[in-house]
Nanobody
Framework: QVQLVESGGGLVQAGGSLRLSCTASGGAFSNYVIAWFRQAPGREREFVSV????????SQADSVKGRFTSSRDNARNVAYLQMNALKPEDTAIYYCAADRRLTRDANLYNYWGQGTQVTVSS
């Protein structure tokens, strides 16, 4: 069973950048698909990005295409979400999730981190 811990959130001005990390332990990281989701106050959790185990396939939400880049380092058991050109509407708690299946559906992920807050000021 894999445990996930996100880090790297914070407060940034619009147009700025942040890099989130998702560090895994307790399981074979290279066996899991890693996805990123976010949840803003009063809104449902939404899909951001999903990265295949090999890194050969990435799917992203339209709202972040061209601005966010996901990657993973299987040797270090870490996944990253590089966020550039941040907008106030990107403000949310960001979560990483892991499972065996490659999907954009949050309900199908069994393993979640605790989340990290990202706040973008205008």
């Amino acid at each position: 069973q894999v445990q996930l811990v996100e880090s790297g959130g914070g407060l940034v001005q619009a147009g700025g950048s942040l890099r989130l990390s998702c560090t895994a332990s307790g399981g074979a990281f290279s066996n899991y698909v890693i996805a990123w989701f976010r949840q803003a106050p009063g809104r449902e959790r939404e899909f951001v990005s999903v990265h295949s185990i090999s890194g050969g396939y990435i799917s992203q939400a339209d709202s972040v295409k061209g601005r966010f880049t996901s990657s993973r380092d299987n040797a270090r058991n870490v996944a990253y979400l590089q966020m550039n050109a941040l907008k106030p509407e990107d403000t949310a708690i960001y979560y990483c999730a892991a499972d065996r299946r490659l999907t954009r559906d949050a309900n199908l992920y069994n393993y979640w981190g605790q989340g990290t807050q990202v706040t973008v000021s205008s």
